[in-house]
């Protein structure tokens, strides 16, 4: 009978003849089944035109589409399209303005099966909701966007390590749309939880040491090409390779894996390996063969990062190791990609390559 040990953060997960249970390495609280999203939520205002104006021209659009964005509730709605499988439960911890944006964000979070605090969410100091103007090359699904943060950045440390004591989540998922400290503190808070802390950095500083300060309470760290390149300092230098920038960040204290999502190629997964630490797994990973939505044409990648941390998350805490449940992100993104703005498949949409056969938490 063999027993497989994968180690992870401040606990172990044990995983013997396909079951999986959480052993907590320090006696920290035994998380529950919750993956808390601590990030942003704004009101997406989305405009579609054949051709992205450049710096002074302006173009005439297609279409137009407000909807419910920032990566913190994009990732959450990601998260919270699996309740059909009753694998976790989506919670976003996130701050709005008491406008019609912030009642439409909330509105659309608690319709895609996410949970929240209305009574700690909503401001009621005259701050507005956080809105993000975006324009869509309707050819191409390139995009620009910018972000006016609001209520965003009103979410204090504070603010977040009170909320996730409370939830005590199996996995605390970030990104840096909200104050620097307010998300180190959600991996901070996770860690001592003993949670699985992720963290996506965007947008990505472009100061190669501001992050160093995370590293060691983040267990998986998941940029995509451009962030990992400039969070490395190595924009324009094509002499170092994904791989070998990965291994930096392990080398910076990066607890388990860096994760690269590199678009159509899938994503690399450089991690530790669990016997020694200096040795270093190198995989990639990609959506499943039989994925029927790699026929489709992509209409627009707004999201599609997001997507797959949401998705990646929502795997880990049904306990799929670290490539598997990677592989199925990238198809959960695969079929993203497949529609207009950030919308995300619904879990009866899912094909059974994307299921998880028998959740392993409980």
């Keep these: 009978m063999k027993t497989w040990y994968y180690f992870l953060s401040t606990f172990f997960l044990i ?30 205002l989305t405009s579609y035109t054949p051709t992205i104006p450049v710096l002074g021209e302006t173009v005439l659009g297609d279409t137009f ?24 439960e989506a919670r976003m911890i996130c701050r709005v303005g008491n406008d019609v944006f912030g009642k439409e964000i909330l509105e659309t979070l608690s319709k895609s099966g996410v949970t929240f605090d209305e009574d700690n969410t909503v401001l009621t100091d ?15 699904g390139d995009n620009m966007i910018i972000v006016s943060p609001g209520a ?26 909200i104050p620097m400290k307010t998300a180190l503190q959600a991996m901070k808070s996770g860690q001592e939880l003993g949670s699985i802390t992720v963290l996506n950095p965007a947008p990505a500083p472009k100061d190669e040491g501001a992050l160093d300060e995370f590293y060691p309470f983040v267990d998986i760290f998941i940029p ?9 300092g190595k924009v324009g230098d094509d002499s170092v390779d994904e791989t070998d920038m990965a291994k930096s960040l392990l080398e910076k204290g990066v607890k388990q894996a860096v994760v690269c999502t590199l678009g159509a190629r899938g994503a690399l997964i450089v991690a530790r390996g669990s ?33 797959f941390c949401g998705a990646l998350s929502c795997y880990l805490a049904a306990g799929l190791d670290l490539e598997e449940a990677s592989g199925m992100a990238c198809g959960f993104a695969s079929m993203s990609v497949r529609r207009q703005g950030a919308t995300y498949p619904t879990f009866a949409e899912l094909p059974d390559s994307l299921k998880v056969k028998k959740p392993a938490l409980s």
Excluded: H, W
Aim: with cysteine; proline share 5%.
């Design 126 to 140: 005259g701050t507005s909701s956080g809105v993000a103007a975006i324009v869509v090359d309707q050819n191409s």
């Design 152 to 177: 965003n950045f009103k979410l204090t440390p504070e603010n977040v390590d009170q909320e996730l004591k409370s939830l005590k989540p199996v996995v605390v998922t970030t990104q840096l749309e």
């Design 15 to 44: 995983k013997n003849q396909g079951s999986i249970m959480v052993v907590n390495a320090f006696s920290a609280p035994t998380p529950t089944r919750t993956v808390a999203f601590v990030g942003s939520a704004n009101q997406d």
């Design 224 to 232: 995509n090409e451009t962030e990992l390149r400039t969070i490395c």
């Design 275 to 307: 016997d020694n630490d200096d040795d270093v797994k190198v995989t990639m990973v990609d959506a499943p063969e039989d994925l029927p939505a790699r026929n489709e044409p992509i209409k627009d990648t707004i999201g599609a990062g997001d997507a």
């Design 65 to 88: 589409a407000t909807s419910t964005g920032g990566k913190g509730a994009n990732q959450a709605r990601a998260c919270g399209s699996f309740a059909g499988g009753n694998y976790c």
